[in-house]
């Protein structure tokens, strides 16, 4: 079975083929957007990570017939009230500028005591079936937010976010480290079982 | 009656006192931090606007031993979470730079649709005298944000604030309009009544 990994985000693609590839689902077979023919993508203006997700989850299969798993991720920051949240990659106003969001969030954060700066990761992963309701899971991943970068690692706001039970930032631990705790591993683990099903059904 | 005006900020000085001239308070004399002696002030790392606003009265009251009123105000915009919220004034990661706040703002609600872009002015204002609970009240203005900038009264996020009931936005009405329904100048009339019972009781 085919299924379409509808992300543009090559590091968020590269993170979602991994995980898939170290489960070994056996019968299925995994597809970027550059592998099938190019079709309108619908700007990710949801107001949940849920909403964005799905949309583009369910665009994806509705174009190109094939199952599709699309992600929507970012940081909440318990400061911020939640926020960069569906924001996380626009959150200096450009989008994409992983330096210019994580310098403008360390700046904000800049007056806040280290007791209040917890966060999580959060990953929302859909996978829609032409014809079929889509399925959602939900990933969360919490530590707190170091006052400067660390770690080479990663991507995003990896560098200053040390997870729960590490003394290494997300940025300093291995691909393989990562994976197996992240928001986005376990959001994906929670996925499995239906990839499966569906690959048994067909 | 002496009132001490506990705030740095120019221009809310000037709202404030604008305001409580407005209401002829008969026997309160306003005085500014630039007429008392100089004292620490504590740095606004509070969580909420409450906890900033009783902190900065409360210190100006022990320092000064004058009834002393301070205020914390901000934007809570409905797409942030009620962010920037107690960050309004260093949004940007810089204190006070109006603008670089506001063009952030601008570009993190870039992709916000029209009817995503409600936001409320939040004023607390909290009377502390020496020896005494403080009192603590709230105003607040609903309104929505445009796109570009628009007047050249009023300060911080007003040139993107229409008020509801409004097509003009806070920086292009009158000071005298803006008390009239301003966030600030509904905490202020709140605080009124204890005003007066302190004048009358000294």
Same mark, same amino acid.
């Given at each position: 079975?085919?299924?379409? &990994? +509808?992300?543009?985000?090559?590091?968020? &693609?590269?993170?979602?083929?991994?995980?898939?590839?170290?489960?070994?689902?056996?019968?299925?077979?995994?597809?970027?957007?550059?592998?099938? #023919?190019?079709?309108?993508?619908?700007?990710?203006?949801?107001?949940?990570?849920?909403?964005? +997700?799905?949309?583009?989850?369910?665009?994806?299969?509705?174009?190109?017939?094939?199952?599709?798993?699309?992600?929507?991720?970012?940081?909440?920051?318990?400061?911020?009230?939640?926020? #960069?949240?569906?924001?996380?990659?626009?959150?200096?106003?450009?989008?994409?500028?992983?330096?210019?969001?994580?310098?403008?969030?360390?700046?904000?954060?800049?007056?806040? #005591?280290?007791?209040?700066?917890?966060?999580?990761?959060? +990953?929302?992963?859909?996978?829609?079936?032409?014809? +079929?309701?889509?399925?959602?899971?939900?990933?969360?991943?919490?530590?707190?937010?170091?006052?400067?970068?660390?770690?080479?690692?990663?991507?995003?706001?990896?560098?200053?976010?040390? #997870?729960?039970?590490?003394?290494?930032?997300?940025?300093?631990?291995?691909?393989?480290?990562?994976?197996?705790?992240?928001?986005?591993?376990?959001?994906?683990?929670?996925?499995?079982?239906? &990839?499966?099903?569906?690959?048994?059904?067909?």
């Amino acid at each position: 079975m085919r299924v379409l &990994l +509808a992300s543009r985000n090559a590091k968020k &693609l590269g993170e979602l083929r991994r995980i898939v590839a170290a489960e070994r689902l056996d019968g299925i077979e995994v597809l970027g957007l550059d592998e099938v #023919p190019e079709f309108p993508e619908a700007p990710e203006t949801g107001a949940t990570f849920e909403e964005n +997700a799905i949309a583009k989850a369910v665009d994806a299969a509705a174009a190109t017939g094939l199952p599709s798993i699309a992600d929507d991720s970012g940081i909440a920051v318990d400061a911020l009230n939640g926020m #960069p949240g569906v924001l996380s990659a626009r959150w200096s106003g450009k989008h994409g500028d992983d330096l210019g969001n994580l310098e403008l969030l360390l700046g904000q954060l800049g007056d806040v #005591p280290d007791e209040r700066r917890g966060a999580a990761f959060v +990953a929302v992963v859909a996978l829609a079936v032409p014809g +079929a309701e889509p399925v959602v899971v939900r990933g969360e991943w919490r530590g707190t937010l170091l006052r400067a970068m660390r770690g080479a690692n990663g991507f995003g706001y990896d560098p200053i976010f040390v #997870p729960e039970g590490e003394t290494r930032t997300s940025a300093e631990m291995t691909p393989a480290e990562k994976d197996a705790d992240s928001h986005r591993g376990r959001a994906l683990r929670l996925l499995l079982p239906h &990839l499966r099903a569906l690959a048994g059904q067909r």
